[in-house]
């Protein structure tokens, strides 16, 4: 069974920085590309970040966040990063994973409950 556990968001204020971690289990964590895509209000979900599988060589942002947030990995915890750096309020949204590179891997019930992130003054 495909599980995404996403952990580490919270109130910030702007200029502030985060971790989001999420553990993964029940696929080829290895051999997967790994990415976060956040959720705001009114707002479709969107790719932030994505690295590729096994040694992460390659990474893909979104125009948006590029420069501030950093995808890292570790495949012997089956563990996706997010180092988010000077938060801006636009940033708030819920942050989720799964695998895939430029589109999702796993839908409907695999998604994870994601991680809320609300960077406010």
């Known amino acids: 069974q495909v599980q995404f556990v996403e952990s580490g968001g919270g109130l910030v204020q702007p200029g502030g920085s985060l971790r989001l971690s999420c553990v993964a289990s029940?696929?080829?964590?290895?051999?997967?590309?790994m990415s976060w895509y956040r959720r705001s209000p009114g707002k479709g979900r969107e790719l932030v970040a994505a690295?590729?599988?096994?040694?992460?060589?390659?990474?893909n942002y979104a125009e948006s966040v590029k420069g501030r947030f950093t995808i890292s990995r570790d495949n012997a915890r089956n563990t996706v990063y997010l180092q988010m750096n000077s938060l801006k309020p636009e940033d708030t949204a819920v942050y989720y994973c799964?695998?895939?590179?430029?589109?999702?891997?796993?839908?409907?019930?695999?998604w994870g409950q994601g991680t809320q992130v609300t960077v406010s003054s």
């Open positions: 799964n695998a895939g590179y430029l589109a999702p891997t796993f839908n409907g019930p695999a």
């Open positions: 029940g696929f080829s964590f290895r051999g997967s590309a």
């Open positions: 690295i590729s599988y096994s040694t992460g060589e390659n990474t």
